[in-house]
């Protein structure tokens, strides 16, 4: 099967789960967890995200046999540790700023594991690591359209939290540019997903505890703070080139990813 075709078939694919197989999970199914978890999501949200999904990652692993599940999951522990303290150093301007800014307070477990841990675990896993992912490093598209593709889904994702047209359009256009950085994360981390997730992660939750309105879109001293991670998240992976490590993203790859065999991470623990 050549690269088209794969590429073709993951693409269908993520269409079926996305847009189909999430109207086969049912209302019972829903009331029965939400009765459960005391109407909290902390059990709905990871059982929704898994029966839509699987279907997904199974023909990712089926595709590419020769590729270890982790490897397609972005999931290598190596570097762990070193990616979670760079996302709590990235995040900390944004939550200082966002302290300051806000007279709100939301602690709540289950806000917290589900606007922030769960939607940066599974949307990263699945959109940056399984869908661009294998796009980009398996099927051998460049950068740009395997990003496009995963990030404009990404985006549209996010349209619910605009309140009319051009706010519906501000959080789709915003969230698009926001995946193509996660993306690019992923890649100059040496394919690893630990740093966009925990970004992703630290960021909603910062987001969510100071109750920062204007949804995906945001507003401009928010947006300020916002850019601060954004800065440093770039300057951290210019510190790792500095230090010895790969450049993955070129302008040789940006259009189609010329390499011949599935792309390895290069990234050392020592290294980070």
Same mark, same amino acid.
């Given at each position: 099967m050549n690269n088209k075709i794969k590429t073709l078939v993951m693409i269908t694919t993520?269409?079926?789960?996305?847009?189909?197989?999430k109207y086969f999970?049912?209302?019972t199914w829903s009331e029965a967890l939400l009765a459960l978890d005391n109407q909290s999501h902390l059990l709905l949200t990871p059982a929704r995200y898994l029966f839509i999904y699987s279907p997904l990652v199974l023909v990712a692993n089926l595709l590419f046999k020769d590729v270890a599940l982790t490897e397609i999951l972005g999931l290598k522990i190596a570097g762990f540790q070193h990616y979670f303290l760079a996302a709590v150093a990235c995040c900390l301007p944004m939550s200082i700023g966002y302290a300051y800014l806000s007279s709100e307070l939301n602690l709540a477990l289950s806000g917290i594991m589900v606007g922030s841990v769960y939607a940066g675990l599974f949307e990263e896993i699945l959109f940056r690591a399984v869908l661009f992912g294998v796009l980009f490093r398996y099927c051998h598209l460049g950068f740009i359209p395997a990003a496009l593709l995963s990030s404009v889904i990404f985006g549209f994702g996010h349209i619910y939290q605009g309140h009319d047209l051009m706010s519906a359009f501000a959080a789709f256009a915003i969230t698009s540019v926001? !995946?193509?950085w996660f993306a690019w994360l992923f890649c100059e981390s040496g394919y690893r997903i630990w740093f966009p997730l925990w970004m992703h992660i630290f960021m909603n939750a910062a987001y969510g505890i100071? !109750?920062?309105s204007g949804g995906a879109a945001g507003d401009l001293p928010g947006n300020i703070f916002k850019a601060s991670s954004i800065i440093l998240s770039l300057f951290y992976i210019h510190l790792l080139v500095r230090r010895g490590k790969k450049r993955e993203i070129t302008l040789l790859n940006l259009w189609k990813n010329q390499s011949t065999t599935s792309t390895k991470a290069t990234l050392t623990t020592e290294s980070i």
């Open positions: 993520f269409i079926f789960c996305r847009y189909i197989l999970w049912g209302d926001a !995946g193509t100071f !109750g920062m």
